[in-house]
Nanobody, 114 residues
Framework: QVQLVESGGGLVQAGGSLRLSCVVS????????MAWYRQAPGKQRELVAR???????YYAAAVKGRFTISRDNAKNTVYLQMNSLKPEDTAVYYC????????WGQGIQVTVSS
């Protein structure tokens, strides 16, 4: 059974940084199609960042230049480094496979105060 467990969120002031982690268990992990999503109150879940074929990365326009996705295959873990955080980054953040969409984890709350 696939499990996705996110951690590393919290409350931070605007301009601050956080690093999110997502540990993946129950499947063979390569991380090459993993992605980060977020869902703000009253809004639909949206793609934030993902790995693309060949190791390239994609970032949503709203986070490009501020967020960085990375992975550690030895630890079955995907990371999201978030810098220069803005209040509009406030959301619950989730990881998942971009193509397979496994059962969603609980997500992790990120709150950015102004």
């Amino acid at each position: 059974q696939v499990q996705l467990v996110e951690s590393g969120g919290g409350l931070v002031q605007a301009g601050g940084s956080l690093r999110l982690s997502c540990v993946v268990s129950g499947i063979g992990f390569s991380g090459e199609s993993m992605a980060w999503y977020r869902q703000a109150p009253g809004k639909q879940r949206e793609l934030v960042a993902r790995f693309q074929v060949g190791g390239a990365t994609y970032y949503a326009a709203a986070v490009k230049g501020r967020f960085t996705i990375s992975r550690d295959n030895a630890k079955n873990t995907v990371y999201l480094q978030m810098n220069s955080l803005k209040p509009e980054d406030t959301a619950v953040y989730y990881c998942n496979d971009y193509y397979r969409t496994y059962p969603w984890g609980q997500g992790i709350q990120v709150t950015v105060s102004s």
